[in-house]
């Protein structure tokens, strides 16, 4: 049975910059896993690489189906915007996947396949960088949604608690400080461990 490999962290930690390296270097021959979700596209996203987009009555239909792994909402300054992950999108009898995720999504997917079957690497990184990162992304947008960016960063200080954090079981903690090359290393130190 293969592994999941979830990548959890604050928004603009870098998880996801670290998440599509794995993927394009190859060198554990993972599936990435692509989780959907009712939130607007934002510039330069594409249908079915960063999400799939899907509208509220299609996740309800999911949901009803029972192929929805794990999904939280958040009250944003634009509405809710749901984020879910499908059973339909994972085949763990034939591949590896990585993905990124919370720390409430982990649960999710513990329960759903067994802590055996999940690698957990928690991304972290020095706040200020992190609120330069958010704040430098958002700017790129057409129409720069600066207070959902606000409330994300304070909600991630809460979500990302040592309290929350310590109730977890984490597989490893990866520090995003330095340089990606670096992250990088301490990544694939754990995958090979843990593959």
């Known amino acids: 049975m293969g592994k999941i490999i979830l990548f959890m ?18 060198k554990f021959a993972l599936k990435e896993m692509i989780m959907s979700t009712t939130r607007p596209m934002r510039t330069g996203e ?4 960063e999400y799939y987009f899907k509208t509220v009555e299609e996740m ?18 634009y509405g809710p915007w749901h984020y879910f992950t499908t059973s339909s999108s994972i085949d763990l009898d034939s591949y590896n996947y990585v993905g ?10 513990v329960k759903y396949y067994g802590k055996e079957n999940i690698i957990s690497l928690l991304v972290t990184i020095d706040d200020g960088i992190r609120l330069q990162r958010a704040l430098d992304r958002e700017r790129k947008e057409e129409k720069p949604k600066y207070q959902e960016l606000c409330r994300r960063f304070l909600a991630d200080y809460l979500d990302f608690s040592e309290e929350n954090i310590n109730k977890r079981h984490i597989t490893s903690i990866i520090n995003n400080g330095s ?7 301490e990544v694939e130190k754990v995958l090979k461990l843990n593959l």
């Open 9 to 26: 962290g604050p928004s603009s930690s870098g998880k996801d910059t670290i998440k599509r390296r794995l993927i394009k270097e190859n």
């Open 46 to 49: 594409i249908e079915g690489r």
């Open 60 to 77: 309800l239909e999911l949901e009803k189906e029972g192929k929805i792994i794990e999904k939280r909402t958040y009250k944003t300054a």
């Open 100 to 109: 990124s995720n919370t720390l409430e999504g982990l649960d999710q997917f």
């Open 179 to 185: 340089n990606l090359d670096n992250t990088m290393k």
